[in-house]
């Protein structure tokens, strides 16, 4: 069984539509996040949720929330798409602080 | 803020010889850990080794090992006998009390075989 899993693993939309990315973690983490890896493979930090406290990177608009149904799953919801929103998404998990995070396996988003 | 840095944005390795990737980190506090992650072309990021500020042994992991100069706030990755496995891009992670992840912007390992 995959222990963190993304989907859909490519979204094509256009520009000011509103998507979801699902997250689900079948590790019993109670730590998830999700990153924006941009076209130069940068790796960025947009949320953090541990035991439902969010905590959120200044830099990433408000049109994106990410939105926990339950421990197992942190949905990433994006309103008002742009094309600046295209990149790939990782959903991640860990088990307390300093632990190893898990990754999914990354959400390719393209918006025309 | 904390940051990462990695200086090498390609490296290249003959197989079956040894490579250094370079990672530098700068924060004021006391309390972290500090990461490799591997990105092969398949996009799944995968944890390469694990070391805690407070240790002063270095971290190894089979032929993966890391030379952790907390002074010098240097992290770098060695891996010795190099395979073609193992090329694919190489970041370097720190994580603090606040428990957010920073990553390094990655260095392109290519093993010639």
């Known amino acids: 069984d995959t222990a963190v899993s993304q989907t859909p693993k490519y979204l094509v939309t256009q520009m000011g539509n509103d998507k979801s990315i699902k997250c689900e973690q079948n590790?019993?983490?109670?730590?998830m996040y999700w990153y924006k890896q941009d076209s130069k493979k940068f790796l960025k930090i947009m949320f953090s949720?541990?035991?439902?406290?969010?905590?959120i990177n200044e830099t990433v608009p408000n049109r994106f929330s990410p939105k926990s149904p339950d421990k197992a799953h942190l949905n990433l919801h994006i309103n008002s798409l742009e094309l600046g929103d295209s990149a790939v998404y990782f959903c991640?998990?860990?088990?307390?602080?300093?632990?190893?995070?898990?990754f999914g396996p990354g959400t390719r988003l393209t918006v025309t | 803020a904390q940051t990462v840095t990695q200086s090498q944005p390609e490296m290249s390795v003959q197989e079956a010889e040894t490579v250094t990737l370079s990672c530098t980190y700068d924060?004021?506090?006391?309390?972290?850990?500090l990461f490799w992650y591997k990105q092969p072309p398949s996009r799944q990021m995968i944890l390469v080794i694990r070391?805690?500020?407070?240790?002063?042994q270095n971290a190894t992991e089979n032929r993966f090992s890391v030379n952790f100069q907390k002074a010098a706030k240097s992290f770098s990755l060695k891996i010795s006998d190099s395979q073609l496995g193992d090329a694919a891009m190489y970041f370097c992670?720190?994580?603090?009390?606040?428990?957010?992840?920073?990553f390094g912007g990655g260095t392109r390992l290519m093993v010639k075989p």
């Open positions: 991640a998990t860990a088990l307390a602080l300093g632990y190893e995070q898990y």
């Open positions: 590790l019993g983490h109670d730590t």
């Open positions: 949720y541990n035991n439902k406290e969010l905590i």
């Open positions: 924060t004021s506090e006391s309390d972290y850990y």
């Open positions: 070391q805690e500020a407070y240790k002063q």
């Open positions: 992670a720190f994580i603090n009390a606040g428990n957010m992840l920073t």
